[in-house]
């Protein structure tokens, strides 16, 4: 998965520098309607949707294809979608909006965070920024494993109360994996989901919905599958058979335990405005010192808070500027996103199934990218 996130967005380099429009050129409209209805039939997912976000946010949306394989049922640009680990971005902004209610700080060490565990000494000196850029040596093989997913589906205890003990499994052994040097990993944004817990008093969840569902008007947001008939439903690869995965079933999502990393749903035009949030488009939600520290990776690194983040040549206003984007599946969706802050621009493509839908949405965003970026 990081590899082809890596792949994405060092492939943005070769389109042409331009400024940026106030809504998009009737001439380029039909050609982003051109480029879904390309994408769709080539790689043939369920069902394919895309957005391609200005200053004041949406200015071009489609959808093609249906909500459940072999149904008549139409996807409609209402519907929700579930992001997977583009989930991470929007758990480090409620991090930072802790932050400027000063309930939490900047490189909090994880004594502050979690003061009645016992911490094994080789976690020593680290803190909630470096997991949150996955350079804190938690790595997901020994922790998200087969028997904790397993365990967790069955786990009848509250959401908190398993993130906890999760972390205080990891943090009672030493780092499996070297100190400073990244590895990308679900655990590190589970644990800061439980830090996130442990300051507020509530649940991820409810943090969630306080700092960013609410503020920003997400009213189509939630966790895990989005729910009943009237969404599209997530499509599993099973032998040559794609299968539409109705959300109450046990294997629709990942654990909710892993909510932090990777369950948020929503519909495009939601996402779109938080992504417009993150581009400083929802002034007094997020204070430009921490939207900027939620985009600026450490020095030689391209991971920052929940964002890969590269300097494009077309990122800026005229010159170079960084580009942030993500990808994001459970197996069964996929979402990608790239977004020039400075340039107040942004694309996002969604898919209800994880395979077909990866290639789609990767080469929808390609495509679509001088189209967007283009005059």
């Given amino acids: 998965m990081i590899a082809s996130r890596r792949r994405l967005l060092t492939g943005l380099a070769a389109t042409p520098v331009v400024a940026a429009l106030p809504r998009l050129a009737q001439a380029q409209a039909p050609a982003a309607e051109g480029v879904l209805d390309a994408v769709f039939a080539s790689a043939a997912p369920p069902a394919l949707a895309a ?29 929700r979608w579930h992001l997977g680990s583009n989930t991470k971005a929007m758990t480090a902004a409620v991090f930072a909006r802790l932050v400027e209610q000063g309930r939490a700080r900047w490189a909090m060490p994880l004594s502050g965070a979690f003061p009645d565990l016992t911490i094994d000494s080789g976690w020593d000196g680290l803190t909630l920024d470096d997991f949150m850029q996955h350079r804190a040596g938690l790595l997901d093989g020994p922790v998200i494993n087969r028997d904790w997913l397993i365990g967790s589906r069955a786990d009848a205890r509250p959401l908190p109360e398993q993130r906890l003990a999760l972390v205080e499994r990891v943090l009672a052994a030493p780092p499996a994996g070297p100190r400073g040097v990244f590895a990308y990993g679900n655990a590190n944004y589970i644990l800061l989901g439980a830090a996130i817990e442990r300051i507020t008093g509530g649940s991820w969840e409810d943090a969630m919905r306080a700092e ?3 503020p920003l008007n997400l009213t189509s947001a939630g966790f895990g599958p989005p729910p009943g008939r009237d969404a ?15 959300p109450e079933h046990p294997g629709a999502d990942n654990p909710a335990a892993l909510g932090p990393a990777g369950t948020a749903h929503m519909s495009l035009a939601d996402y779109a405005r938080f992504i417009s949030a993150m581009m400083g488009g929802v002034p007094g ?14 020095a030689g690194a391209n991971y920052a808070l929940g964002w890969i983040v590269r300097s ?5 206003v005229g010159g170079p500027g960084p580009v942030i984007g993500h990808d994001g599946s459970n197996t069964m969706w996929y979402c990608t996103a790239a977004a020039a802050p400075g340039r107040k621009r942004a694309i996002i493509v969604l898919s209800n199934d994880g395979t077909a839908g990866a290639v789609a949405c990767q080469t929808a965003l390609q495509r679509l990218l001088p189209i967007a970026f283009d005059a």
């Fill in 51 to 79: 957005g391609i976000l200005g200053p004041d946010g949406l200015i071009w949306s489609g959808v093609r294809g249906v909500r459940r394989q072999g149904e008549p049922d139409l996807a409609t640009l209402d519907d």
């Fill in 285 to 298: 939600w997020l204070s430009p010192d921490s939207l900027n520290r939620l985009i600026t990776p450490p």
């Fill in 212 to 214: 960013l569902y609410t």
């Fill in 232 to 246: 599209p439903w997530g499509h599993l690869r099973i032998g040559d058979q794609r299968t539409a995965i109705a």
């Fill in 312 to 316: 494009q040549p077309w990122g800026g």
